[in-house]
DNA sequence: TTAGGGTTAG
């Protein structure tokens, strides 16, 4: 590069220039400087005095300033020339990182990036955070690609702020294994770096991999700070995670981390998330000082392991404590488990009444989770008046309040919502179509809980009578509606029409919508064969058992029971088979 | 300049 008209190749040659860049920008010359050479000269001097590698490859300690006097002239040097422009230095600084603020695209930013790369000039890290943090926000793998070429070209994969923000883009990106391959790569690893890759592993749900990158970081000696922490409790944060979980307890324990909010709330959260409440209420009522993120993670813990009154009860105790709930607290105390318990519809509406109080009933997340677990507690007179009271409504809204109506055996009014829905221009999503087919499945349950024989026809007539539609045509109104939408790859859908096709008696209309599904989990699978084996097509529903096995599935307690039907009715031949 | 605890429908 050049600096006030020398070529600067090395750390001592820079040093030489800082005498003339200091009189250059310190005189009437500021404007004979290009803006790119006054930021370079900025950043760099900025550096010089922090101490700081500047020079890429090159390791520039502190320590190199200090010892020798031509040095310590140096460092005064640098340091009185960062003083007398302060004011320019701070620009360039806020800069730092803008130095593509005129390219509006990612596009145009990565030209420059390779405008620069082809001329030879420096590209320093910021310019490469810069670009990448663009391609982070608009999750551009494709940029992030070339963007990592150039960063392979100029030599900067081993910058430890690079390479984060390249692991980072990549994980955003759910290429973890790029960001992998990335972090194998870096000779030297940080604690940002260790941290990054095994919060990428905990944001995909794998505990085993963060752990292994965890371990391996406690061996190459790397000290887990309380991010790290945070991290690998997260990954922990699941059933298989509880034994490891236990063990980063120890650690935190050992480590001083006692007495930090943030990592003792986050324990408390994987023992809740890892099935052992127990013990996060343990951690919960040692912690000397919370938040409401701790309180708002034991309250959600314990209604999500359906201790829907326990939760109401430290929900009531935290205000006492001086805690004022957020939309979170709310969110976290209202799920479906917690609510579908005996009693629940008690406190649930006392949690409404906080929540109108607080003014939280404006809140569309706190408005929806009400509307669901108003009909889950049986109430869905409640459900509705909250759902009418909305002045928004999202589509979660729509699907909550249809799939309410339906699980209450109202499946006129839910097909009725439906299509009123999508007339609002609301457009239904999986879940939507999930709950339609929840409709269908409540109403053959009630059907069945009112002594009607499971025989398609009289099932059939039954249904006309409820819904004027008709059963099977509704499903199929449903059905070319799903297709329309392009959801009908979806496996829950597909689920649900599958089990639909069969509840109606329809089971070629089944078997066809079966046989066309590119992919088929174990509920496929199930629905078909019970539908079968309901549908008195008992061979064809031991014949397809077969095949699943065959085709790797492996049958779960529904999948036994229906095949079992078949054999009371076909001959016991088959149950020694199976 | 780089890492970050909790969040509603099915």
Redesign the pocket.
């Known amino acids: 590069m050049w600096l006030a008209g020398m070529a600067v190749n090395s750390t001592s040659q820079l040093f030489k220039s800082l005498l003339v860049t200091s009189e250059l920008i310190d005189g009437q010359n500021r404007g004979r400087l290009a803006s790119s050479s006054l930021y370079d000269i900025c950043t760099r001097i900025h550096?010089i005095s922090l101490g700081?590698s500047f020079w890429p490859g090159e390791q520039l300690q502190h320590s190199s300033f200090s010892g020798s006097a031509k040095h310590e002239k140096h460092r005064n040097l640098s340091l009185v020339c960062v003083s007398n422009m302060r004011e320019f230095d701070q620009t360039a600084?806020v800069s730092?990182?803008k130095y593509l603020q005129n390219a509006s695209t990612i596009s145009e930013a990565i030209s420059l990036v390779k405008k620069h790369l082809h001329q030879g000039s420096t590209i320093?890290?910021?310019m490469?955070?810069d670009v990448l943090q663009r391609c982070f926000k608009h999750k551009d793998l494709t940029s992030v690609k070339q963007v990592h070429d150039c960063i392979l070209k100029s030599g900067m994969d081993q910058?430890?702020?690079?390479?984060?923000?390249l692991m980072?883009v990549y994980i955003r990106c759910g290429k973890v294994q790029d960001a992998r391959h990335v972090f194998d790569k870096l000779v030297k690893k940080?604690?940002?770096?260790w941290?990054?890759m095994i919060?990428g592993y905990a944001?995909h749900g794998r505990p085993a991999d963060a752990i292994e990158v965890y371990n391996q970081m406690r061996q190459e000696g790397g000290r887990p700070?309380?991010?790290?922490y945070?991290?690998i409790?997260?990954a922990c944060?699941c059933p298989v995670g509880l034994k490891w979980g236990k063990e980063i307890h120890a650690h935190i324990s050992h480590g001083g981390f006692r007495s930090d909010?943030?990592v003792?709330?986050?324990l408390v959260?994987m023992y809740a998330k890892s099935g052992s409440i127990k013990d996060a209420r343990l951690v919960f009522d040692e912690m000397a000082e919370r938040?409401?993120?701790?309180w708002?993670?034991m309250i959600?813990g314990l209604a999500q392991h359906g201790f829907g009154q326990e939760a109401f009860s430290l929900f009531l105790q935290m205000q006492e404590e001086g805690f004022v709930p957020?939309?979170?607290?709310y969110?976290?105390i209202?799920?479906?488990t917690a609510c579908s318990s005996a009693g629940a519809l008690g406190w649930v509406k006392e949690v409404h009444r906080h929540a109108v109080k607080a003014g939280f009933d404006s809140d569309?997340?706190v408005c929806?989770?009400l509307v669901?677990v108003y009909?889950?507690s049986g109430s869905v007179d409640d459900a509705r008046l909250v759902f009418e009271g909305m002045l928004d409504r999202d589509?979660?809204s729509w699907?909550?309040m249809i799939?309410?109506l339906a699980?209450n055996g109202c499946g006129h009014e839910a097909f009725s919502l439906f299509l009123k829905m999508q007339r609002e221009g609301v457009i239904p999503?999986?879940?939507?179509y999930?709950?339609c087919?929840?409709e269908a499945f409540s109403l053959f349950l009630r059907m069945r809980r009112e002594g009607v024989v499971p025989d398609a026809i009289t099932y059939m007539s039954i249904l006309n009578a409820s819904a004027s539609t008709g059963a099977l045509g509704w499903v199929k109104e449903v059905h070319r509606q799903a297709v329309q939408a392009g959801l009908d790859s979806d496996v829950?859908v597909g689920n649900a029409l599958v089990h639909m096709y069969c509840k109606t008696g329809s089971i070629s209309d089944a078997r066809l919508m079966f046989d066309g599904m590119v992919e088929r989990d174990v509920i496929t699978w199930t629905a078909m064969i019970s539908g079968l084996a309901q549908n008195e097509c008992g061979q064809e529903a031991f014949s397809l058992f077969l095949q699943m096995q065959r085709e790797g599935f492996i049958p779960v307690a529904t999948t036994y029971a229906s095949i079992l039907n078949v054999c009371t009715s076909t001959g016991l031949a088959m149950v020694e088979e199976i």
């Not at 940080?190 to 770096?193: E, I, L, R």
């Not at 700070?225 to 790290?228: G, R, W």
Request: hydrophobic share 30%; glycine share 8%; proline share 2%.
């Open positions: 550096r700081t600084l730092a990182g320093d890290s910021y490469y955070v910058n430890p702020y690079v390479a984060n923000k980072r940080n604690v940002f770096n941290t990054t919060g944001e700070n309380e991010v790290t945070l991290s409790l997260k944060a909010v943030p003792q709330t986050a959260n938040n409401v993120i701790t708002n993670v959600g957020d939309s979170t607290t969110l976290s209202l799920t479906a569309m997340r929806n989770a669901h009909s889950k589509v979660i699907s909550a799939g309410g699980q999503n999986v879940t939507t999930h709950g087919g929840q829950r």
